[in-house]
């Protein structure tokens, strides 16, 4: 399943995860794609971190293509930043590498991410008294258990992507009240203990 053209997405291989899975790295990387192009003193001010380590992750993060220059912002020496995709997939022969950084790499990746997520949700919980009551009903923490095959989850997870893509094509990010949703799905194989 393709993406649309507006939404680029980047596929992992060895060298990139290596090349993105540092803790920074995906947070500088979450920032450029959610607040847009910024400089590395902004980054670092916004994580909490020194320009000079911010300055040297994006020097890394652009050597592997995952951010590029901004060259309709900045003057003299101010370098903006902003990235080159909006979205990062697995390719799912990195799951099969036999390379130990590799699978070192894609657990500091997996595990970045579930932080992650788990922070953006507890953001949402303390602070789903602060929007429209019409967002509270909207808003869903559900969860499912099924028995399933690897290929049946493999189908269902191709169909909620394409769900999912098909309102990414007729959004209307001017549309009264919209806001930003983060929609986050993981789906995995749990033992019987």
Do not use: C
Not at 55 to 69: I, K, M, N, P, T
Not at 86 to 110: C, F, H, M, R
Request: hydrophobic share 35%; no cysteine.
């Amino acid at each position: 399943m393709s993406e649309p053209e507006e939404f680029l997405s980047r596929r992992l291989d060895p060298r990139s995860l290596r090349g993105l899975a540092h803790p920074l790295r995906i947070q500088l990387l979450r920032a450029l794609r959610r607040h847009g192009p910024a400089t590395a003193s902004q980054l670092a001010e916004l994580l909490g971190e020194s320009s000079g380590a911010t300055s040297y992750h994006l020097r890394q993060l652009a050597a592997h293509g995952f951010v590029e220059d901004d060259p309709t912002r900045g003057k003299g020496r101010e370098r903006w930043w902003k990235a080159g995709q909006q979205g990062t997939s697995v390719d799912e022969s990195l799951y099969k590498n036999p390379d130990p950084e590799v699978q070192g790499a894609l657990d500091i990746y997996a595990h970045e991410i579930a932080t992650i997520h788990t922070q953006e949700l507890g953001t949402y919980i303390g602070t789903r008294h602060d929007w429209d009551e019409s967002w509270l009903g909207a808003a869903d923490m559900s969860d499912f258990t099924l028995r399933l095959p690897a290929d049946k989850l493999r189908e269902l997870d191709e169909k909620l992507h394409a769900l999912i893509n098909s309102y990414r094509d007729t959004a209307d990010p001017d549309a009264p009240g919209a806001e930003l949703v983060r929609i986050h799905l993981h789906a995995f194989p749990q033992r019987e203990n």
